[in-house]
């Protein structure tokens, strides 16, 4: 039991930011060895499109938009964040003179860690809602219809709604280090 409550919850979380922590040492040496190291000022772009091409999902789940499936955005917000911020960490090891972009990618990690927590919690509520699968089905629904009541429940599981309070602000936090960083490179901006 014990067992497998570290190989189901602990053994993933460490895995995808420890994964996350070797792939950047493993880029940024590569990129020395082959003297490449001129592009990792370049991938902080990538790495910002990354991140807010990943937003799909809350847009959809906020019906801002009506494609995707909510699901399915959701591994691709958590897989683009997570290669964002790889693209963004290289990026940052190659150069930083000033304090502001430590903050901002201070603030990124931490949001990183958040959002990985936030997957533990959902992926924990899906487990004990998986109970209530047996009931819907009962009620005659079919398995599609099923699977959609199972994500929303989910995902407005008590323990979800406390962690977003706490998801969005450091996401906010992330956002205004990480324009301003953008704002004042654009500023002093030397066109060589
Ligand atoms: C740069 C990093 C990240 C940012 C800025 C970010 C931002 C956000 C935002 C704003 C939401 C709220 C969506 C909404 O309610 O409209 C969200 C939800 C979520 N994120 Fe992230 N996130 C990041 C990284 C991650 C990572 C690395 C993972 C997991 C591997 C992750 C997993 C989740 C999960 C599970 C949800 C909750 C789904 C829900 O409650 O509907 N996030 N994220």
Sequence with gaps: MERSLIRKEVMPFLVMFGVLILATI??????????????????????????LLSFFYSMRKRKVIRFGKPKTLLVLHETMTWMGALLIMVHAGIHIYTILPWLALIAMLV????????????????????????????????????????????????????????HLPITLAFAVLGITHILTVLLFWQWK
């Design 111 to 166: 949001n990183i860690i958040s959002g990985m927590t936030g997957k533990y919690l959902l992926d924990r509520s899906r487990r004990f809602l998986a109970e209530k699968k047996e009931f819907y089905s009962q009620q005659g629904l079919s398995g599609a219809a099923i699977e959609k009541r199972l994500f929303l429940d989910a995902t407005t599981f008590d323990l979800m709604k406390k962690w977003r309070a706490v």
């Design 26 to 51: 493993i880029t940024d040496a590569l990129l020395h060895q082959f003297e490449l190291v001129w592009i990792g000022r370049w991938l902080g772009i990538p790495g910002v499109i990354l991140i």
